[in-house]
């Protein structure tokens, strides 16, 4: 994204298969914009990456905040 890759359900699709690859249980995996949480805008800059996985019992969540140029 921060090279200036708009596909954002390409990219939601390639985190997926990558989390589960690596052995985790989906709950979500998405792109949106970081202001609204909207769907995002090809033009869109600030971005947020927010994922919810499930290892075992445990589940692991993260938001990682996205600054494209």
């Not at 990456?49 to 969540?61: F, N, S």
């Amino acid at each position: 994204m921060r090279s200036g890759d708009v596909d954002f359900a390409s990219i939601e699709h390639s985190g997926l298969q990558a989390l589960e690859g690596a052995g985790f249980r989906l709950d979500y995996f998405c792109v949106r914009q970081a202001a609204d949480l909207g769907t995002p805008a090809p033009a869109a800059r600030e971005l947020v990456v927010l994922t919810a996985v499930r290892l075992g019992r445990a589940r692991l969540i993260d938001n990682v905040q996205v600054s494209r140029s």
